[in-house]
């Protein structure tokens, strides 16, 4: 054995017929900002030489040079050698992006066609030294190589037959070592490889350099091994590919780079072997190319006609699954495939997502509503507790759509015969399909496919005792599938990844963006649509549009699946604020305008000054609206001219004057429409709101009565009793207390942004002490707690508010922040006997155990849910809503809401600092479907729009009070109102929400001709009837419908 390697460790030595040193480079740095942005390049200092090469981490170098081409070469097998250990780099040649440069590809063949063109070429090497990942302080983990300290540069003449032979003996040694010693094909390997080295040591020099030779001694050592056979039944599908995060210790700057680096080495690679296939996700990497290197681009599209390189994942980019809703689930599939479509003429069937932290059960019907036939992940194999049982099988989603899933042995995989043959073995579906698809290729910081994986590749049929390995597509291997998948196994559920779970948690300011971008984005869309169907005007409708859309990918950009989750690098977060500021602006002024419009168009004639209140939701809503008033003595009205129950409120501001404000509850706001109500002024008014302050040693109310509650506070401001007056039943645990905030130790073990300790519950910290509390307000329409707590390094202070005309309670949280390695959890634990919790996820719910009986319901000791999770049993229940959280955990009847997470890595500022966010408690008698939770927890997430109005005549076209859009259903949720992309009409999304069977009637405000069912595409499917403008819907549990209105 030794001999075999020591013959190919010659033949790599060998492999340079002609080599020359590249010293005379004109070497520059400077620093990258943005895609064509850099800063002036300086020279290098006088004597600089590669060899002792003084890199820095973060500097971009330059390094040019005007190359003759060698004549006395000749034009086949020329070369560059240039190697930066850790740099990543660029190779133009005249201008054009050529190759790209890392640790894994170092050689570059220089096309003979320029031979023919010009001799002389010019190189420009864009060589980027990256940044070193952060210090991990907890676990050491990150990876700090030192910047470049040396560079190879090399032109060189490759001598084919020694090279060829040489990738021959590594491929047969490598399939040899696969077999058993005892194994006759092994024996037969090794002789034939001792019979090309005695043949290889008879050459003399001159026949290796000629190589004609060793082309025959190649030839007879495939023949002898072709004759062994013996192949594994099977078929391996090959698919080069290069996993590419969008951010992750690099930002998103730095990912354009990237593109062009690992997109000129597959078109290289393509050059020089044809049977190579490639895929690549996330519509965005194209859109990066196609503004920041368009001859690239042209040249990748190419391929594409070519059907070498195919297009897969139709999302706009590869997105967490746990955190965004399921409209923006909806978006990365329309801006995804719609860019697929417009710009290589097709769209992508298989959803790409190998790297994500976990995939919500509702996914198989957003997918197949996106165009999505297939779904490929990885992820699951990183479980820390649990095998996943299958690789091929159809994943159920909660609504019953299947969806043909594999789940691929790894991600960066190679094609030397162990990699082959491990992934072979790990296979579990053989025995029902006995094909299997293997990706290989670098990924992570891209680069992709290597020549070495491709030169094992064209040696494919060496592989004794493998099964057949072959180029394919993933389509390709997909279509393959079909036949048996009604034998394939099956999966129901969402597919939860046991590992990353503080990722529902980590970088809660950017999770609360999000989540306020989501809302605003609808309500923006919603305003827009109803406004133009009301009879407005729109100045800037084409506009508005482009904005919104532009908004909206920078909103699916940020839900990347290392963005969102928490788990980049510091730049990222400072990057996503700015996005986020640009979201916010773009939203709020069409939001602004629109409602603004509206009110214009709504009848307005009395005394005093209107405000239009407006409601997006699909329901009527009771809500207490704030307005800003001058001076105090204002009382509101309705439009019939009933005075409302109204509580008047003074703060101080900056300079100390009096800025006085009245909280409103206005009754019956339509759905999907507005109440005028009015403000007067009067003589005198009487003080509706009574003031109380006092301090933990004071006098303090710890019983209080409110229209809904007896509530009893404990001594550190959590609540020891809650008495449910209608329901006649005590909440609270006996014993116990709720709204009890919990700090524990956080020190994970490996991936500190991403995980929490199994064991966190065994490492309390320290307790809250609370500093002051005081009753805020009592008024009309609310009463209002204030308790300030200190809790270690951190300060809390809370506002717990009981409504008068609501039977939520909410708990208004401002945190400041200041721990390292912690976690905060809210704990209520509650008097309801039931052996499931249900959570929201998008578009439904799912079920999960309260118990920890078996090992793969203990390994769900944190889950995500969206806005609300509830415990219920027969005739009682009690829902925790939120407004910006996703990380809960419950145990018997105990809930439990993770609040904040303070990692170090690869963030170390990650969570500092203020966070504000409101969670709710939602006791209710019945289910919680029948208590309207999720109407509770959209109200709470979706705030009531108030436009000050101006007096004007009855010329106003619109009533004071006014549906805009008729809709019925009890738990149908209208979702999504925006204008159809092609510019034909109206996009209405609506889906069941409460697991059952249910009809909903819609009535279409404008003009009606045609009315199709369609996807998320919104390709027109199924004609639908209509009568009068009045549509009824039929739903399945959970079914997701759109409706496309011309």
């Not at 800063?39 to 973060?58: I, R, Y």
């Not at 490889?193 to 026949?207: C, K, P, Y």
């Not at 406004?531 to 919104?548: C, F, Q, T, V, Y």
């Not at 009527?620 to 005075?643: K, M």
């Amino acid at each position: 054995m030794q001999r075999i390697h020591r013959m190919i460790r010659e033949l790599s030595e060998r492999q340079w017929l002609e080599s020359t040193e590249i010293h005379d480079w004109k070497m520059t740095s400077t620093t990258y900002y943005m895609p064509g942005e850099y800063d002036e390049e300086t020279s290098l200092p006088e004597g600089t030489t590669l060899t002792q090469f003084p890199g820095q981490h973060g500097i971009t170098y330059f390094f040019r040079k005007e190359l003759d081409w060698p004549e006395a070469w000749g034009k086949e097998g020329i070369g560059l050698v240039f190697s930066a250990g850790s740099g990543e780099g660029l190779l133009r040649v005249n201008g054009v992006s050529y190759q790209g440069l890392d640790r894994n590809h170092t050689y570059v063949t220089l096309d003979p066609a320029y031979a023919e063109k010009d001799s002389r070429l010019e190189l420009t090497i864009e060589l980027y030294d990256p940044i070193p990942e952060p210090i991990d302080p907890l676990n050491h983990q990150a990876n700090r190589p030192a910047p470049i300290s040396r560079i190879t540069s090399l032109l060189v003449k490759v001598n084919r037959p020694v090279q060829s032979l040489m990738y021959t003996l590594r491929t047969l040694l490598g399939t040899a070592q696969q077999l058993a010693e005892s194994d006759m094909r092994s024996v037969r390997l090794h002789e034939a490889m001792f019979r090309t080295l005695d043949g290889f040591l008879g050459m003399s020099e001159a026949d290796i350099r000629e190589g004609s030779r060793i082309c025959e001694l190649e030839e007879q050592l495939t023949a002898q091994v072709q004759q062994i056979g013996g192949s594994t039944e099977g078929i391996e599908h090959m698919v080069g590919q290069s996993h590419i995060d969008i951010a992750w210790l690099w930002p998103v700057r730095e990912t354009v780079r990237k593109t062009s680096r690992t997109f000129s080495t597959v078109d290289r690679l393509m050059d020089e072997y044809p049977g190579y296939k490639f895929a690549q996700s996330q519509p965005i990497l194209y859109q990066f190319l196609k503004e920041h290197d368009p001859e690239l681009y042209d040249r990748v599209k190419r391929r594409i006609q070519e059907g070498r390189w195919e297009l897969v994942g139709g999302m706009w980019v590869e997105p967490d699954l746990n955190i965004p809703c399921g409209e923006s689930l909806m978006r990365q599939m329309l801006y995804g495939q719609r860019f697929y479509e417009q710009e290589f003429g097709r769209t992508s069937e298989i959803e790409w997502l190998p790297d994500t932290f976990g995939y919500c059960a509702s996914l198989p019907q957003i997918l197949k509503h996106g165009g999505i036939r297939y779904f490929m992940t990885t992820k699951l194999n990183w479980n820390d507790t649990n095998v996943f049982p299958f690789d091929l099988f159809q994943w159920v989603g909660i609504d019953g759509t299947p969806m043909l899933s594999y789940l691929n042995h790894g991600l960066n995989e190679d094609t030397s015969p162990k990699d082959i043959q491990e992934h072979w073995q790990s296979y579990r579906q053989r025995a029902v399909h006995p094909q299997q698809m293997l990706l290989y290729g670098h990924g992570d910081g891209g680069g992709g496919v290597t020549r070495e994986m491709l030169e094992y590749m064209d040696r494919s049929e060496l592989l004794v005792g493998q099964p057949e390995v072959r180029y394919s597509t993933a389509s390709e291997f997909f279509k393959t599938t079909e036949e048996v998948r009604h034998r394939l196994p099956k999966w129901h559920g969402d597919l939860y990844l046991e590992l990353h779970r503080g990722t529902y948690t980590t970088h809660a300011r950017n999770k609360r963006a999000n989540r306020k971008a989501e809302v605003l984005y609808r309500e923006a869309e919603v305003w827009h649509s109803l406004n133009k169907l009301a009879g407005g005007e729109h100045k800037h409708g084409n506009m508005e549009s482009a904005n919104l859309e532009q908004g909206w990918k920078l909103i699916l950009l940020n839900q990347f699946h290392d963005i969102i989750p928490g788990s980049a690098i510091t730049e990222t977060y400072d990057t996503s604020s700015k996005e986020y500021e640009q979201i916010f602006n773009i939203g709020s002024e069409v939001l602004t305008e629109r409602l603004q419009q509206i009110a214009e168009n709504v009848s307005l004639v009395g005394d005093g000054i209107p405000y239009v209140v407006y409601n997006s939701l699909g329901w009527a809503r009771d809500a207490i609206v704030d307005i800003e008033v001058n001076p105090a003595n204002i009382i509101p009205y309705d439009e019939t001219g009933q005075a409302l129950r109204y509580e008047r409120n003074e703060q101080r501001d900056e300079q100390g004057q009096a800025v006085f404000s009245l909280h409103v509850l206005v009754r019956d706001i339509p759905a999907f429409g507005y109440r005028t109500i009015w403000l007067k002024e009067i003589e005198t008014v009487s003080d509706r709101t009574q003031d109380h302050e006092s301090s933990p040693a004071a006098a303090f109310p710890d019983r209080w009565d409110t229209t809904y509650y007896s509530v009893t506070f404990g001594a550190n401001g959590e609540i020891t009793s809650l008495w449910d007056k209608e329901a006649s039943r005590e909440i609270v645990m006996p014993g116990e207390s709720i709204n009890r905030f919990e700090l524990f130790h956080d020190r994970p073990t490996y991936w500190d942004a991403w995980d929490i300790d199994p064991r966190y519950e065994q490492q309390k910290a320290d307790a809250p002490i609370l500093v002051h509390r005081q009753l805020l307000s009592q008024g009309e329409v609310k009463d209002v707690f204030r308790f300030i707590w200190k809790l270690s390094n951190s300060t809390i202070r809370q506002d717990i508010i009981f409504y008068h005309h609501d039977q939520r309670i909410d708990f208004e949280t401002h945190v400041e922040w200041n721990e390292a390695h912690k976690l905060l959890k809210v704990a209520f634990p509650v008097q309801v006997v039931t052996n499931k919790a249900v959570y929201e996820i998008p578009y439904g719910t799912i079920e999960r155990s309260v118990h920890r009986n078996t090992s793969w319901e203990q390994a769900q000791f944190e889950v995500c849910g969206h806005r609300f999770t509830d415990l219920s049993e027969h005739g009682y229940g009690v829902s925790l809503l939120n407004d910006c959280k996703y990380g809960y955990d419950i145990q018997e009847s105990t809930i439990r809401l993770s609040l904040l997470r303070a990692p170090k890595w690869p963030d170390i500022t990650a969570d500092l600092g203020e966070h504000r966010f409101t969670y709710s408690l939602y006791p209710h008698q019945g289910s919680w479907q029948g208590a309207g939770t999720i109407r509770k927890a959209a109200e709470l997430n979706t705030d009531i729009q108030v436009s000050k109005a101006a007096l004007h005549s009855s010329s106003g076209i619109l009533p004071p009070v006014n549906s805009l859009l008729p809709f019925q259903s009890q738990h149908v949720i209208l979702d999504t109102l925006k204008p159809a992309e092609d510019g034909t009409g109206w996009i209405v999304r609506l889906y069941e929400s409460a697991g059952g069977c249910e009809q909903a009637s819609l009535t279409w405000p404008g003009k009606l001709s045609e009315v199709f069912e369609s996807d998320a595409l919104e390709k027109e499917t199924t004609v639908l009837s209509h009568h009068e403008g009045t549509i009824e819907l039929n739903f399945r549990p959970y079914e997701i419908k759109t409706i496309k209105m011309k």
